[in-house]
């Protein structure tokens, strides 16, 4: 089993930057891969960013493409967010997950074995 504790979510201006964590404790942190997702008030949480066990692979949804960039230490056991020019619509509660199947790069909620609690990102006009 594995705990996650997302970090570094905050209040910020259109066109700004945020770099979100998410710390792992508990069993071998590189036996997943890591994703983040989001879910804004009365919708769907949605795939942002997965990344793979082994750094080698990363996946986006389209709509953050060219704008986050998802990355990890897996000696430090920490997934990390790094969100650029941000938009007003990117406001929502972001959360990291951690997938068993560590060859997969899984884009759906239910591939993702834990979650942490979620940080808070809003994003005014």
């Known amino acids: 089993q594995v705990q996650l504790v997302e970090s570094g979510g905050g209040l910020v201006q259109a066109g700004g930057s945020l770099r979100l964590s998410c710390a792992a404790t508990?069993?071998?942190?590189?036996?997943?891969?890591m994703g983040w997702f989001r879910q804004a008030p009365g919708k769907e949480r949605e795939f942002v960013a997965a990344?793979?066990?082994?750094?080698?692979?990363?996946y986006y949804n389209d709509s953050v493409k060219d704008r986050f960039t998802i990355s990890r230490n897996n000696a430090e056991k920490t997934v990390y967010l790094q969100m650029n020019s941000l938009k007003p619509e990117d406001t929502a509660v972001y959360y990291c997950?951690?997938?068993?199947?560590?060859?997969?790069?899984?884009?759906?909620?239910?591939?993702?074995?834990?979650w942490g609690q979620g940080t808070q990102v809003t994003v005014s006009s």
């Open positions: 508990g069993r071998t942190f590189s036996d997943y891969s």
């Open positions: 990344i793979s066990w082994s750094y080698s692979r990363t």
């Open positions: 997950g951690a997938d068993r199947t560590k060859v997969r790069l899984g884009l759906a909620r239910s591939d993702y074995d834990y």
